[in-house]
């Protein structure tokens, strides 16, 4: 039966109210705070948000918004040297290709540098201190005639104000629990406040400083295909959310770096592995928190084998949807061209598998429902056990 207009047009609106209906809530953001007043070196942006979701930031009047590392249920971001003034910014999730609300515009407040009161001179701790918890950690230094000092975390929130007798300052604080901490002394003459003098603290932690383990892969020996590629994640002591870097050092491809949300840290696509067997190669997986050499960190390993395989093939082709092209709001046919007998799987961006693709002869089929807004995908193929790299990311519009 020939479908009518009215057919046409109920489908329209059943896809618009699927879309509405699986539209996530927006992420909160739970740092910075409204108003707050910031130097602006380091600012850390976090919040929560749905398991598995994208996190994306906008800070006007930009136009363009940028993914924000996520791991679980919780985003974070830290951004350095901002520009003096207001600064405007929000965020927003997407889910299954669907689009959240952005959340409101959170204004903060960066404040130009001081150039009339210095920073106050800091004698203790030493920078980079590790420090044993539940003890008092003494600050003490030298100050402007009648100034007062107080003592701020990455957050601008006030942990102290220091005793001053004369041009000498004094304070103690206890943490009880092990993290890097990072600290911010500044002093305040005539109502005008300096710049900090910034201090990292490491806060009970072993003798082999920060505590890095790499929970996937799970196993310390680990083959891969010939050629293939590694994603690794694991758990740190919680960092300082100013400078905290988690990097895997490869010793023929150098360093790979990716990010640290609370506790828990992921560095992807570590490779390609190419030692033929019996030859392995050796990760060390470590954290650099805080200035100059940064808090020690201890170092877990990964022992990589690659497996014999054959070769590789070539990726597959998606020809719709086109590139640049631009599309209605509701579920999308996608296909393109592979090699006969290849499974074949649609991915996001990132690489996250969105689901399989039916493969008639030499060409795959795969549908989606996304959400309005710029998507991008990818796909690859696995021929045997061998993965193909991924295909060219293919950019689209998606309009209501």
């Known amino acids: 039966m020939a ?8 489908s329209a609106a059943d896809s618009r109210e699927r879309a509405v209906a699986t539209k996530p809530p927006a992420p909160e953001m739970l740092w910075p705070k409204e108003g707050i007043k910031h130097d602006g070196g380091f600012v850390r942006c976090a919040g929560t948000c749905l398991e598995g979701a994208v996190v994306q930031m906008l800070i006007l009047p930009d136009t363009t918004w940028k993914d924000v590392p ?10 350095e040297k901002m520009v003096p003034g207001v600064q405007r910014l929000h965020v927003r999730q997407i889910l299954d290709a669907a689009i959240s ?3 409101p515009v959170r204004e903060i407040i960066v ?24 003890q ?4 003490e230094g030298t100050c402007e005639p009648g100034a007062s000092v107080s003592i701020r975390d990455v957050d601008e929130t006030v942990i102290g104000e220091a005793s001053v007798t004369g041009t000498t300052w004094s304070f103690e604080h206890i943490w009880t629990s092990s993290e890097v901490v990072y600290i911010k002394i500044v002093q305040s003459v005539s109502n005008v406040l300096s710049d900090p003098t910034e201090r990292w603290i490491g806060v009970g932690l072993s003798s082999d400083g920060i505590e890095v383990k790499v929970t996937e892969p799970e196993a310390e020996n680990v083959n891969v295909p010939f050629g293939g590629y590694l994603d690794l994640k694991g758990v740190c002591t919680p960092c300082s959310n100013a400078g905290s870097v988690i990097r895997v050092e490869h010793a023929q491809m150098g360093f790979y770096t990716g990010y640290i949300v609370d506790d828990r840290w992921v560095v992807s696509r570590v490779g390609p592995f190419t030692s033929r067997p019996p030859e392995f190669e050796r990760l060390y997986v470590s954290v650099q928190d805080g200035a100059e050499n940064g808090i020690p960190s201890r170092r877990d390993i990964r022992i990589v084998s690659t497996e014999p395989v054959g070769i590789k093939p070539e990726p597959p082709s998606i020809r719709v949807p086109e590139s640049g092209g631009t599309y209605p709001i509701g579920g999308m046919a996608i ?14 961006e990132r690489g996250v598998k969105l689901n399989d693709a039916l493969v008639v002869d030499n060409k795959w089929y795969t549908s ?19 993965f193909s790299e991924p295909s060219p990311l293919v950019e689209f519009t998606v309009t209501p």
């Open 3 to 10: 479908r009518t207009n009215k057919d046409t047009k109920d």
């Open 111 to 134: 404040r130009e540098p001081s150039s009339n009161v210095p920073p106050p001179v800091v004698t203790l701790p030493l920078v980079n201190s590790l420090m044993p918890i539940n």
């Open 70 to 79: 996520a791991i679980g249920t919780n985003w974070s971001l830290t951004l």
């Open 101 to 103: 609300d952005p959340t």
């Open 368 to 386: 989606f429902t996304w959400g309005p807004g710029v998507h991008r995908i990818k796909a690859w193929q696995k021929t045997g056990d061998i």
């Open 335 to 348: 296909d393109g061209l592979c090699i006969k007998g290849a499974t074949v799987e649609l991915l996001d």
């Open 136 to 139: 008092e950690v003494r600050f």
